[in-house]
């Protein structure tokens, strides 16, 4: 494991991503995001589709800097291929104040490094639909309960994953993610696009270097899997990712969620001690994260899982 690597490690749980705008011709903006790594001064290859750029895509591609607050969750598995980005998430306000989300939408932004944005998504019926997603969006219903679905790249087409999900004990279970090869989620490195800019860009830069001020923390939270077991052709890293609106404070008994977006492992899994991490996104919401490794295989690089 390169130094930079292990330094980070030893600061478990922390890991700060640095950002900034600059002027460049023709009008134009570069935006620039570098998250640390062994080769962390790499330039990512298509930075439109890394899970943290696509966080900002409502700044860059319509100019408005009301994001909300965004931040980043990144795995640090070194035995698999070092740090990498798993998914980020934005939470913004939203006209309906009932339930857990109490006046917001938490948008979810995975990786599909692998999949180029695309999910095999098994629906209720058993059958097989493709679709092209940009995000995840949990929002509350009236009666409580929250709504699920993805829209696409093109935002005029939008998935239905799951109408309702109830909320139990405070919390409820956003997705699960299953990771057998690690080399295929989003790198990290400098995430560099090169942005149009059609008004004052003097204004604009203000605007946006004010909005990640205020709405994206330099520190984000680095989660760490469990050490390996003997046979690493069959480790798998499972991480659950709740909602809630009290600190869990420990690790919560994880199942399978019903509609996948791929294949369960091969073999019945056998899940080691879990890590849990907790991040605090708004006074009275903490976004829970367990981190796990299973016994088992998959039948795909990386499986993304949201409860029916």
């Not at 890293?237 to 690790?251: E, Q, R």
């Amino acid at each position: 494991m390169r130094f930079l690597e292990s330094s980070l490690m030893r600061n478990a749980g922390r890991y700060r991503i640095r950002r900034s705008l600059s002027p460049v011709s023709q009008g134009n903006i570069e935006v620039t995001l570098t998250l640390p790594g062994a080769f962390g001064r790499r330039l990512v290859s298509e930075p439109e589709k890394h899970c943290l750029m696509r966080a900002f895509d409502r700044m860059f591609t319509q100019g408005d800097s009301r994001t909300g607050k965004i931040g980043a969750l990144v795995l640090a598995d070194p035995a698999r291929g070092g740090i990498k980005c798993l998914a980020s998430f934005a939470l913004t306000t939203w006209t309906r104040k009932q339930g857990i989300l109490g006046g917001h939408r938490f948008v979810l932004f995975p990786s599909w490094r692998a999949g180029s944005n695309t999910l095999a998504f098994v629906n209720s019926s058993g059958n097989s639909v493709l679709f092209d997603a940009h995000h995840i969006t949990f929002e509350p219903n009236k009666d409580g309960t929250v709504n699920c679905h993805a829209t696409g790249v093109d935002r005029a087409k939008k998935l239905s994953i799951n109408r309702r999900l109830e909320v139990e004990d405070d919390r409820i279970l956003l997705c699960q993610v299953l990771v057998q090869d690690h080399q295929s989620l989003d790198p990290v490195g400098q995430i560099r696009k090169t942005v149009p800019c059609f008004s004052d860009r003097g204004r604009v830069i203000r605007e946006w270097r004010e909005s990640f001020k205020k709405n994206f923390p330099r520190d984000h939270m680095l989660l760490i899997p469990p050490n390996l077991t003997n046979d690493r052709k069959r480790d798998v890293v499972m991480v659950d990712m709740y909602l809630s609106n009290k600190a869990i404070s420990s690790p919560q008994k994880g199942t399978y969620p019903g509609v996948v977006f791929s294949t369960l492992p091969t073999q019945s899994a056998k899940a080691i001690p879990r890590k849990h991490y907790l991040i605090n996104i708004w006074p009275s919401l903490n976004l829970s994260v367990d981190v796990t490794r299973l016994d088992g295989t998959l039948r795909s690089k990386v499986m993304w899982a949201f409860e029916s």
